[in-house]
């Protein structure tokens, strides 16, 4: 099993910054992609980034220019840097990483997810 921590949410003010960190543990071959989505009240679950192994990345439009995916993998960790948060950047923020486990098997891990919230 792979197991996935997230840390650095809180509270923010509008045009301010956040740095997420989510840290990969368990039986972890390979990590093909790893990746940030987001969930606010009454809303779906959407993608805000991605990582892929070779380190081409994909954004959300509505956090372009403004987020940065990035990945350590030495650390089997994945950050997500938050500049310019707006409001309705507030919501649940979930790691995601999908890969193969030194059996073979592929896992899907999910974190257990970290609130930001961006409020005056």
């Known amino acids: 099993q792979v197991q996935l921590v997230e840390s650095g949410g809180g509270l923010v003010q509008p045009g301010g910054s956040l740095r997420l960190s989510c840290a990969a543990s368990g039986s972890i071959f390979s990590i093909n992609v790893m990746g940030w989505s987001r969930q606010a009240p009454g809303k779906q679950r959407e993608l805000v980034a991605a990582?892929?192994?070779?380190?081409?990345?994909n954004y959300a439009d509505s956090v372009k220019g403004r987020f940065t995916i990035s990945r350590d993998s030495a650390k089997n960790t994945v950050y997500l840097q938050m500049n310019s948060l707006k409001p309705e950047d507030t919501a649940v923020y979930y790691c995601?990483?999908?890969?193969?486990?030194?059996?073979?098997?592929?896992?899907?891990?999910w974190g257990q997810g970290t609130q930001v919230t961006v409020s005056s």
């Open positions: 995601n990483a999908f890969g193969l486990g030194y059996r073979g098997d592929e896992y899907d891990s």
């Open positions: 990582v892929f192994n070779g380190g081409s990345t």
